[in-house]
């Protein structure tokens, strides 16, 4: 089968497929653009999803697609409608709410040595008392358990507490919550509001529950700033004592965009005790001073906590991969990492360093595998 051959039968699928509300395919309607076909049998298209559109919609598109001969894989890139462009013409047109201001130093992003101060826009929160910001330099450490717990801490002890899941790459907050419903739209047509889930007593939002479950978010900065207005913009939060924002690791647009757009009372920054993650964390610390954000401290997580093991191992047995080695809780590790030797260097004997080198030597040869592989193919 041609590619030609093969895209016409895609596209056949893809017209199967009909809304549920509406009877009108997925591709007439415009929910799927960008239909890609590549010579080892991979498809991929985008896929925009509206608030108020069942959740199986993105899955029985995949499986329409996977189920066409010839397909060997299908990936989906799932995107929210970005303020201010048509949505589908089967679902109820969004609101446009008027661009955050950009930040100054002509950059997407905040230039080195640069002070963007930040311009929030009236009216978005209003009925919000606090809002504020748990952040961290890199990813892993537990920020959004830290998020998490803080906001129910707080609505335990009788506040009015939204949760905001702004780590829009990596929407933890659902499973967090042990929560998978889609939310609710409400208003009429160009007064849509989606209404915040509730959970543990907290008002809860997150990509995640627009998300098919374990369907990643592959998107650019600028539709990032997009969804983050929208969750801010155009949710019913209602009176809020305080609103957790869980921000994505690292500093970059999320960050930017949000001091851009609300009044941000304080950060809170999450680490773990090593010296690797206490320096992305100092980036972090300045990345909020320079936009004027004030930080309200550091906490350390999994300070001295013993973990399980096995998940990993679970985990490549459910998906099909190889498993490359268990690194065991080894206080070489940190010691190594502080002084900014590697393990295998610093300390070879030692338990994690054995189980390093072993990992090293199974990643060696899975990578000959493969390239043995791709050159009989």
């Known amino acids: 089968m041609t590619q030609n051959d093969m895209q016409e039968q895609v596209l056949a699928a893809l017209r199967g497929v009909l809304h549920p509300h509406t009877g009108d395919d997925l591709l007439s309607a415009g929910y ?3 239909v890609e076909i590549r010579p080892d049998g991979e498809v991929r298209f985008a896929f925009t999803l509206q608030p108020q559109d069942p959740g199986s919609l993105v899955k ?3 499986s329409a697609v996977q189920a066409v ?22 679902a109820p047109a969004r609101p446009r709410p008027t661009p955050s ?6 950059g997407g992003g905040l230039q080195p040595g640069s002070v963007p101060a930040p311009t929030p826009k009236p009216g978005i929160l209003a009925e919000t008392d606090h809002v504020v910001a748990v952040s961290s330099g890199k990813g892993g450490v537990g920020k959004s358990m830290v998020a998490s717990n803080l906001a129910a801490a707080l609505a335990d002890q009788g506040l009015r507490v939204g949760l905001l899941d702004a780590d829009i790459y990596g929407p933890n907050i659902p499973r967090m919550f042990g929560e998978s ?15 915040p889930l509730e959970a543990h007593g907290v008002r809860l939002m997150s990509l995640g529950f627009l998300l098919e479950e374990e369907q990643p978010a592959i998107m650019r900065g600028p539709l990032i700033a997009g969804i983050l207005r929208q969750f801010l913009e155009q949710v019913d939060w209602g009176p809020l004592d305080v609103m957790v924002v869980d921000m994505p690791p690292g500093t970059g647009d999320a960050q930017l965009s949000l001091v851009q757009t609300i009044d941000v009372d304080g950060a809170v920054m999450v680490s773990t005790p090593q010296a690797v993650a206490l320096g992305d964390v100092r980036r972090g610390v300045k990345m909020f001073e320079r936009v004027n954000t004030r930080v309200l401290g550091i906490v350390e997580n999994m300070a001295g906590e013993v973990f399980g093991s096995g998940g990993g191992e679970a985990l490549a047995e459910e998906m099909g991969l190889d498993f490359l080695g268990r690194i065991p809780l080894d206080p070489a590790v940190r010691q190594a990492g502080d002084a900014g030797k590697p393990t295998v260097l610093a300390a070879p004997d030692s338990p994690a360093g054995q189980a390093l080198a072993k990992v090293a030597e199974a990643v060696f040869k899975a990578l000959h595998t493969a390239k043995a592989a791709g050159a009989s193919g």
Do not use: W
């Open 181 to 195: 419903r889609r939310p609710r739209v409400t208003g009429g047509k160009g007064t849509e509001m989606i209404e």
């Open 69 to 90: 001969d010839g397909v060997e894989r299908v990936k989906v890139n799932v995107q929210l409608p970005q303020a201010g462009t048509q949505a589908p013409a089967s």
């Open 60 to 62: 029985q598109a995949r």
């Open 101 to 106: 201001p950009k930040p100054s130093g002509g």
């Open 32 to 34: 799927v653009r960008d």
